[in-house]
């Protein structure tokens, strides 16, 4: 079992930047390929961002390829989600998941086997 818990979320206005956490309890995450996600009222779950175990392979969504970074400090057993140049539309409840198969970045949610409780993020016009 691994728990997860995001933080770093807000209000900010468009253009502006948020960093998201999320840390891991209860196993090394270094045994895990993670994933970001996002759930806007009234949509499903969407595939933000992914990385393996290493670092070395990462995966984005379309929408925020070149505007967001995914990264990771094993030694401090946790995630991050670098958001910059963020958008309306952007906002969301941010998610982030672990898979016990390290090597992929999957975009799929199916894939993960543990989730965290989510944090807000909220970008204004």
């Known amino acids: 079992q691994v728990q997860l818990v995001e933080s770093g979320g807000g209000l900010v206005q468009a253009g502006g930047s948020l960093r998201l956490s999320c840390v891991g309890s209860g196993r090394t995450l270094s045994s895990f390929a993670m994933g970001w996600f996002r759930q806007a009222p009234g949509k499903e779950r969407a595939f933000v961002a992914a990385?393996?175990?290493?670092?070395?392979?990462?995966n984005y969504a379309e929408s925020v390829k070149g505007r967001f970074t995914v990264s990771r400090d094993n030694a401090k057993n946790t995630v991050y989600l670098q958001l910059n140049t963020l958008k309306p539309e952007d906002t969301a409840v941010y998610f982030c998941?672990?898979?016990?198969?390290?090597?992929?970045?999957?975009?799929?949610?199916?894939?993960?086997?543990?989730w965290g409780q989510g944090t807000q993020v909220t970008v204004s016009s």
């Open positions: 990385v393996n175990w290493s670092g070395g392979r990462t």
């Open positions: 998941a672990a898979d016990q198969v390290k090597e992929r970045a999957s975009s799929l949610p199916g894939k993960y086997d543990y």
